[in-house]
């Protein structure tokens, strides 16, 4: 259903890989509230994904960038602006990548070019966007800047590696930038801190079926959906919530609040009944 809650408002959208990326639902979700918008990729997952089949779904031109690439982000900010007519109103960042993730080093054995490639990608990336949109002007006022996050940032989750140390400095580059662009510009930044969804980055996560499970117990509401994530992002790009800034919002279900659950105890015992019956 439509709202028309992004009617001509304009947009760059990072990190539509395939059907399954959180920023495919996003872009899907911003076109059916009236939004038009720039989609971009690195080459390669450009090459590899089927963007091209979102970009002609949706009407919009794709701007091939690596997020950790300055002329890159130049470029893209720029060609956006020449051909939406004028300054954005929001962004998207759903970038992530993580290679000691990839080649399976784990947190006690890293590798640190690999380290400074996961840190690049999957946060400063986000400083850089906001510095090259800053100094060209890119944004207009009031406008919205979502970055996808995971909870991994505040408490420690079995695999996820490097990526919660990203994830923490990710969630912090928002805060200090939105004091930054806030003060001057009214614009707003926020993290979105998402259930953990199968998508090609998320089947990076160690047992990604087992943790799902899990949180999915553990959640009152269950995990929090792709598509229902782009819902929530719509809502932050959306004049309804312009004064949220400098946040780090859950969508995850109420995982984030819960200790236990008695659904996740239930398993937990029925292991435990299992390991002392000798199952
Ligand atoms: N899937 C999950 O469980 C989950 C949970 C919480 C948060 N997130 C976050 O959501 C975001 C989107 O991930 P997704 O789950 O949709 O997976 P995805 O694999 O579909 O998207 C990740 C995207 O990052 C892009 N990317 C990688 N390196 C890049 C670079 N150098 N420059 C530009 N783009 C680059 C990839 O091409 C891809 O499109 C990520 O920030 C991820 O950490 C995912």
């Given amino acids: 259903m439509s709202y028309n809650l992004l009617k001509g408002k304009k947009g760059i959208i990072f990190g539509a890989l395939d059907e399954k990326s959180i920023a495919w639902k996003v872009a899907r979700r911003a076109w ?5 918008f720039t989609l971009t990729n690195t080459e390669a997952s450009i090459r590899f994904g089927s ?30 602006m020449e051909h939406l007519g ?17 080649k399976k080093r784990d947190y006690n054995d890293l590798d640190y070019d690999y380290l400074n490639k996961t840190l ?16 060209l ?19 420690t989750l079995f695999g996820y590696n490097d990526m919660a140390d990203a994830k923490a400095l990710l969630e ?33 996560i160690r047992d990604l079926a087992g943790l799902m499970d899990f949180t999915e117990r553990m959640s009152p509401l269950g995990n929090a959906t792709a598509d229902e994530c782009a819902d929530y992002c719509i809502t ?21 609040s819960m200790g236990m659950s008695a659904r996740a105890m239930h398993t937990y015992e029925k292991g435990l009944d299992c390991r002392n019956s000798g199952g």
Avoid at 125 to 132: E, R, V, W, Y
Avoid at 179 to 195: A, D, P
Wanted: net charge neutral; proline share 2%.
């Fill in 137 to 155: 002007d890119a944004i207009n006022d009031w406008g919205s800047v979502v970055a996808l996050s995971y909870i991994a940032a505040q408490r």
């Fill in 32 to 36: 059916e509230e009236g939004a038009r």
């Fill in 236 to 256: 932050l790009f959306s004049d309804l919530t312009r004064k949220v800034t400098m946040q780090n919002l859950y969508h995850d279900g109420g995982f984030s």
């Fill in 120 to 135: 690049d990608i999957s946060a400063i990336s986000f400083h850089k966007l906001l510095q090259t949109a800053r100094k």
């Fill in 51 to 80: 963007i091209a089949d979102l970009a002609e779904e949706t009407g919009s031109l794709v701007i091939p960038a690596d997020a950790t690439c300055l002329e890159d982000l130049e470029n893209l900010v720029l060609k956006s």
């Fill in 172 to 204: 912090s580059i928002a805060r200090s930038f939105g004091y930054i662009y806030g003060r001057e510009k009214k614009i707003r930044i926020n993290t979105v801190s998402q259930s953990p969804t199968p998508t090609t980055a998320g089947s990076g």
């Fill in 86 to 102: 004028g300054k954005v109103d929001f962004i998207l960042h759903s970038v992530a990548m993580s290679l000691n993730v990839r």
